[in-house]
C-alpha cells in the first residue's frame, strides 16, 4: 500500500491510497487525509485505464515518409541531440510547450532545461490566466481563505462554479452547509450545475457577470455605504464610486438578472454576517473575463465581505506558490509567444521557430483554431512530442517519446484549491520502454556541448521543499503523505493587501458588451468542462459516437431543429455532433463538452477563434458564436 496523491490539472490534487491488483494498480481516497478526507472522482478509474491501456506508446516512435517506425531510446535522443545542436546557435527557434496534463515539481524541470538553452516559451494561458491577472492586480497576490473555511460562512454565493462536474471536494463542502442550513445562491448562465446544490439560481447572460455585480454593490452601497476601514483599505475609491454613479438600469439589460435578483443578492451582502463567493473557472474565458473576476471581488470587498472568516471570494491558489523554484526567478526562456494564438505566433516569429518540444498539453486539440495550430507545428523542421497516447498533437509530430504517467514517479504536488502540499509517491513502475521526463531530459542534455544539467529528483524536492511557506521535510512527506503550507485560515486579515502599499485596487473600468452582429451564428457556443475526463485526457475507447450539444428545446424549436444529428457551424467550420434538448441550458446557448479528439470526431477547437480576454492572455473560447443546423443543409 503507498499513499501518494493524484497530479492531474484538477483543483482537488487529492491524497489517494494505491493498491497493487490483478488489473493493475487499485486507486483509492486516503481516508487519513484532512481535506480530502478518503474519497476522490471517477476520473480515477480513468486514469487506471489510461495506465495500461492497449493504445498506450511503449516505444519512441519516428515519423519516416509519413509512416511511423518505431526507435530505440539511444536513436531518439540521438536525432533530438542533433537537432538541439543544429538550432542551437539560435536557441529562439527551440520552441518548448509545457502545459499541466502531469504536474509536479519534478516534471517542471523541463522549464529550467528550456530556459537553460535559451530557448522560446509561451505567455498567457488556455484557462485561468485572466482570473489570475484580475485576483492579483485587486488582492496584490493570489491568495484566498483556506477553502473549508467556507464552513463558517453564513450564506454562499456560487458565482459560475460548476459544483456537478468540478472539485468534488468543494461540492462536499456545499452539500455540508446546505445540510446545515446556510443558503446557497448560484449565478450561471446554465442551471444545470445548480443541482442539488442550490437553494436560489440566478440565470445570467454569458459572459455579462461583471454587469451583475456592479449592479448588486450599486444596491449595497446603497443600503449600508462603505465601512471606513473598508474604504480606507482601498486605492482611489473615489473614482470608482464615480464609475458606479455612472451606472444605471442598462445593466440589467446587459445580465438578463431582475430587480428581484439584484435584491436577493444584495440582502446577503449587505448586512453583518459572513457571505462567501465561490468564483467559477468559466468566468475568465470571455473577451471581459478579467472584469468579469474584478467586479465580482469588488463586491465582496467593498460590502464588507474580504479579510473574514466565513467571507472572502475564492477564485484559486497558485500550485507551485509554496514550493522553492529557484528556476523561475534565475533564468528566462529567450522570448514567449503567446500561448492561445500559437498558429499566428509561429508565423510571425522573427527569427523563426525550427523545432517545437511539446508535453503536458495537446495544441492540435485544446488551443483555439486548433486546425491551424496543428498545420503550423506540422511546418516546422522537427516536432518531439513527449506522451503517453497518439493525441491529436502527437499525430503531427515528427518524433514522439512515451513517457511515464502518474504514480509511475515521484514527485510533488501543490493545489490551486487547498492548502496542502502532497508526495505523488511511485506507485508501481513505468511500462517497459516508458521513461520519466526527468530522465529523458537529463539524458538528453548529457548529449549536448556543453551539456544542460538538471537538478536530481531527490536535489529538485528537497530544495522545493524549502519554502519558506512550508514546515515538513521530505522524510515527513514521504511517511505522511502531505504537509501544510503556514497560511492561516483567513486571507488578509486586517485588510492588508499584497501590494506595496497594502491597499485593494478596484477596477478602473466597466466595458459595455461586446456588439454582437446578426451575421448568422445567433448562439453563443459554450465549451465547458466534462465530468469524467481531464481536458483531452480521453481513451479512444472512450470516444465513441459524435459529440453531443446541448440546447434548451424552445431554441430547438425556435430554428426548426429537431435533437438528433446536426451540424455545429461556427465562420471557422463545421463539425458533426447530436443535438440534445436540455430545459436547464441558457437560450442562447449551444453547450459542448470539451475534451473530444479531432481525429475521432471531436476536437471543437478547430472551429473557435482566437480572440484575446482584457488580460492575462487567455482565449476568449466562450465568445464564439455559432449555428445549429440539420445534417443534410
Ligand atoms: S481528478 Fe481531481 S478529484 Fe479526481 S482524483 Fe484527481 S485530484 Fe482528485
Same mark, same amino acid.
Given at each position: 500500500?503507498?499513499?501518494?496523491?493524484?497530479?492531474?490539472d484538477?483543483?482537488?490534487?487529492c491524497s489517494?491510497?494505491?493498491?497493487?491488483?490483478?488489473?493493475?494498480?487499485?486507486?483509492?481516497?486516503?481516508p487519513?487525509?484532512p481535506?480530502t478526507r478518503?474519497?476522490?472522482?471517477?476520473?480515477?478509474?480513468?486514469?487506471?485505464?489510461?495506465?495500461?491501456?492497449?493504445?498506450?506508446?511503449?516505444s519512441?516512435?519516428l515519423?519516416?515518409?509519413?509512416?511511423?517506425?518505431?526507435?530505440?531510446?539511444?536513436?531518439?535522443?540521438?536525432?533530438?541531440?542533433?537537432?538541439?545542436?543544429?538550432y542551437r546557435?539560435?536557441?529562439r527557434?527551440?520552441?518548448?510547450?509545457?502545459?499541466?496534463?502531469?504536474?509536479?515539481?519534478?516534471?517542471a524541470?523541463?522549464?529550467?532545461?528550456?530556459?537553460?538553452?535559451?530557448?522560446?516559451?509561451?505567455?498567457?494561458?488556455?484557462?485561468?490566466?485572466a482570473?489570475?491577472?484580475?485576483?492579483?492586480e485587486?488582492f496584490?497576490?493570489l491568495?484566498?481563505?483556506?477553502i473549508?473555511?467556507?464552513l463558517?460562512?453564513?450564506?454562499?454565493?456560487?458565482?459560475?462554479?460548476?459544483?456537478?462536474r468540478g472539485?468534488?471536494?468543494?461540492?462536499?463542502l456545499?452539500? %455540508?452547509?446546505?445540510k446545515?442550513?446556510?443558503?446557497?445562491?448560484?449565478?450561471? =448562465?446554465?442551471?444545470?450545475?445548480?443541482?442539488?446544490?442550490?437553494?436560489?439560481?440566478?440565470?445570467v447572460?454569458?459572459?455579462?457577470?461583471?454587469?451583475l455585480?456592479?449592479?448588486?454593490?450599486?444596491?449595497?452601497?446603497?443600503?449600508?455605504?462603505?465601512?471606513?476601514?473598508?474604504?480606507?483599505?482601498?486605492?482611489d475609491?473615489?473614482?470608482f464610486?464615480?464609475?458606479?454613479?455612472?451606472?444605471?438600469?442598462?445593466?440589467?439589460?446587459w445580465?438578463?438578472a431582475?430587480?428581484a435578483?439584484?435584491?436577493?443578492?444584495?440582502?446577503?451582502y449587505a448586512g453583518?454576517?459572513?457571505?462567501?463567493? +465561490? +468564483?467559477?473557472?468559466?468566468l475568465?474565458r470571455?473577451?471581459?473575463?478579467?472584469q468579469?473576476?474584478?467586479?465580482?471581488?469588488?463586491l %465582496?470587498m467593498?460590502?464588507?465581505q474580504?479579510?473574514r472568516?466565513?467571507?472572502?471570494?475564492?477564485?484559486?491558489?497558485?500550485?507551485?506558490?509554496?514550493?522553492?523554484?529557484?528556476?523561475?526567478?534565475?533564468?528566462a526562456?529567450?522570448?514567449?509567444?503567446?500561448?492561445?494564438?500559437l498558429?499566428?505566433?509561429?508565423?510571425r516569429?522573427?527569427p523563426?521557430?525550427?523545432?517545437?518540444?511539446?508535453?503536458?498539453?495537446?495544441?492540435a486539440?485544446q488551443? =483555439?483554431?486548433?486546425a491551424?495550430?496543428?498545420?503550423?507545428?506540422a511546418?516546422l523542421?522537427?516536432?518531439?512530442?513527449?506522451?503517453a497516447?497518439?493525441t491529436?498533437?502527437?499525430?503531427?509530430?515528427?518524433?514522439?517519446?512515451?513517457?511515464?504517467l502518474?504514480l509511475?514517479?515521484?514527485?510533488?504536488v501543490?493545489?490551486?484549491?487547498?492548502?496542502y502540499?502532497?508526495?505523488?509517491?511511485?506507485?508501481?513502475? =513505468?511500462?517497459q520502454?516508458?521513461?520519466?521526463?526527468?530522465? *529523458?531530459?537529463s539524458?538528453?542534455?548529457?548529449?549536448?556541448?556543453?551539456?544542460?544539467?538538471?537538478?536530481?529528483?531527490?536535489?529538485a524536492?528537497?530544495? %522545493?521543499?524549502?519554502?519558506?511557506t512550508?514546515n515538513?521535510?521530505?522524510?515527513?512527506?514521504?511517511?505522511?503523505?502531505?504537509?501544510?503550507?503556514t497560511?492561516?485560515?483567513?486571507?488578509?486579515?486586517g485588510?492588508?493587501?499584497?501590494h %506595496?502599499?497594502g491597499?485593494y485596487?478596484?477596477?478602473?473600468?466597466?466595458?459595455?458588451?461586446?456588439t454582437?452582429?446578426?451575421?448568422?451564428?445567433?448562439?453563443?457556443l459554450?465549451?465547458? *468542462?466534462n465530468r469524467?475526463?481531464?481536458h483531452s485526457?480521453?481513451?479512444?475507447e472512450?470516444?465513441?459516437?459524435? =459529440?453531443?450539444?446541448?440546447?434548451?428545446?424552445?431554441?430547438l424549436?425556435?430554428?426548426? *431543429?429537431?435533437?438528433?444529428?446536426?451540424?455545429?457551424?461556427?465562420?471557422?467550420?463545421?463539425?458533426?455532433v447530436?443535438f440534445?434538448?436540455?430545459?436547464s441550458?441558457h437560450p442562447?446557448?449551444?453547450?459542448?463538452?470539451?475534451?473530444?479528439?479531432?481525429?475521432?470526431?471531436?476536437?471543437?477547437?478547430?472551429?473557435?477563434?482566437?480572440?484575446?480576454?482584457?488580460?492575462?492572455g487567455?482565449?476568449?473560447?466562450y465568445?464564439?458564436?455559432?449555428?445549429?443546423?440539420?445534417?443534410?443543409?
Amino acid at each position: 500500500m503507498t499513499i501518494t496523491a493524484c497530479t492531474l490539472d484538477c483543483p482537488d490534487a487529492c491524497s489517494l491510497v494505491a493498491e497493487s491488483g490483478v488489473d493493475g494498480l487499485r486507486l483509492r481516497g486516503n481516508p487519513d487525509h484532512p481535506f480530502t478526507r478518503g474519497f476522490a472522482c471517477p476520473k480515477l478509474d480513468v486514469h487506471r485505464r489510461r495506465q495500461i491501456s492497449p493504445h498506450r506508446l511503449r516505444s519512441p516512435r519516428l515519423k519516416v515518409d509519413g509512416r511511423w517506425q518505431d526507435i530505440s531510446w539511444d536513436e531518439a535522443m540521438g536525432l533530438c541531440a542533433e537537432k538541439i545542436a543544429l538550432y542551437r546557435d539560435e536557441p529562439r527557434s527551440i520552441l518548448h510547450v509545457r502545459g499541466s496534463g502531469n504536474r509536479g515539481v519534478i516534471k517542471a524541470l523541463s522549464n529550467l532545461f528550456f530556459r537553460r538553452l535559451g530557448a522560446s516559451g509561451l505567455h498567457g494561458s488556455l484557462c485561468d490566466e485572466a482570473g489570475i491577472a484580475a485576483c492579483t492586480e485587486d488582492f496584490g497576490c493570489l491568495r484566498t481563505n483556506d477553502i473549508s473555511d467556507i464552513l463558517n460562512t453564513s450564506a454562499l454565493v456560487n458565482w459560475g462554479r460548476d459544483l456537478a462536474r468540478g472539485s468534488v471536494h468543494t461540492a462536499a463542502l456545499v452539500r %455540508a452547509l446546505r445540510k446545515k442550513g446556510v443558503p446557497v445562491l448560484t449565478i450561471a =448562465p446554465g442551471e444545470d450545475t445548480a443541482k442539488g446544490f442550490t437553494d436560489h439560481f440566478v440565470r445570467v447572460r454569458p459572459g455579462t457577470d461583471r454587469f451583475l455585480a456592479a449592479a448588486v454593490l450599486r444596491e449595497v452601497l446603497r443600503r449600508q455605504g462603505i465601512a471606513p476601514e473598508v474604504g480606507a483599505a482601498c486605492r482611489d475609491l473615489a473614482g470608482f464610486e464615480e464609475l458606479l454613479a455612472g451606472c444605471g438600469p442598462e445593466l440589467l439589460e446587459w445580465c438578463g438578472a431582475t430587480p428581484a435578483d439584484v435584491a436577493l443578492l444584495a440582502d446577503h451582502y449587505a448586512g453583518p454576517m459572513p457571505v462567501a463567493t +465561490l +468564483l467559477g473557472w468559466g468566468l475568465q474565458r470571455y473577451c471581459f473575463g478579467g472584469q468579469n473576476v474584478r467586479f465580482i471581488n469588488a463586491l %465582496a470587498m467593498l460590502s464588507g465581505q474580504v479579510g473574514r472568516s466565513g467571507g472572502g471570494t475564492y477564485y484559486g491558489l497558485s500550485s507551485m506558490a509554496n514550493f522553492e523554484l529557484p528556476w523561475k526567478t534565475e533564468t528566462a526562456y529567450g522570448r514567449t509567444l503567446l500561448m492561445p494564438d500559437l498558429a499566428r505566433e509561429l508565423r510571425r516569429a522573427d527569427p523563426p521557430v525550427r523545432m517545437a518540444w511539446i508535453e503536458c498539453i495537446n495544441p492540435a486539440n485544446q488551443f =483555439p483554431e486548433a486546425a491551424e495550430v496543428a498545420r503550423a507545428l506540422a511546418g516546422l523542421d522537427f516536432v518531439v512530442v513527449a506522451d503517453a497516447f497518439m493525441t491529436d498533437t502527437a499525430e503531427v509530430a515528427d518524433l514522439i517519446l512515451p513517457v511515464a504517467l502518474m504514480l509511475e514517479q515521484e514527485d510533488v504536488v501543490g493545489s490551486f484549491l487547498h492548502e496542502y502540499v502532497q508526495l505523488s509517491a511511485k506507485a508501481v513502475e =513505468p511500462p517497459q520502454g516508458v521513461r520519466t521526463d526527468h530522465r *529523458i531530459l537529463s539524458d538528453l542534455g548529457a548529449r549536448l556541448s556543453p551539456p544542460v544539467t538538471l537538478p536530481g529528483p531527490e536535489e529538485a524536492l528537497r530544495q %522545493a521543499l524549502g519554502s519558506s511557506t512550508l514546515n515538513g521535510s521530505l522524510e515527513e512527506l514521504r511517511s505522511r503523505g502531505y504537509v501544510r503550507s503556514t497560511h492561516g485560515p483567513v486571507a488578509f486579515e486586517g485588510l492588508r493587501f499584497g501590494h %506595496a502599499d497594502g491597499l485593494y485596487r478596484l477596477p478602473p473600468r466597466l466595458d459595455p458588451p461586446m456588439t454582437t452582429m446578426d451575421d448568422g451564428y445567433p448562439l453563443q457556443l459554450l465549451t465547458l *468542462i466534462n465530468r469524467r475526463f481531464v481536458h483531452s485526457q480521453i481513451l479512444p475507447e472512450d470516444q465513441t459516437g459524435e =459529440p453531443v450539444v446541448s440546447v434548451h428545446p424552445r431554441t430547438l424549436e425556435g430554428l426548426g *431543429i429537431e435533437p438528433g444529428a446536426g451540424w455545429l457551424v461556427t465562420a471557422l467550420g463545421r463539425l458533426a455532433v447530436l443535438f440534445a434538448a436540455d430545459e436547464s441550458m441558457h437560450p442562447d446557448c449551444a453547450v459542448y463538452r470539451r475534451g473530444p479528439w479531432g481525429k475521432l470526431g471531436g476536437g471543437v477547437n478547430r472551429i473557435i477563434g482566437f480572440v484575446e480576454t482584457d488580460m492575462g492572455g487567455v482565449g476568449a473560447y466562450y465568445e464564439q458564436r455559432c449555428r445549429l443546423e440539420r445534417r443534410g443543409q
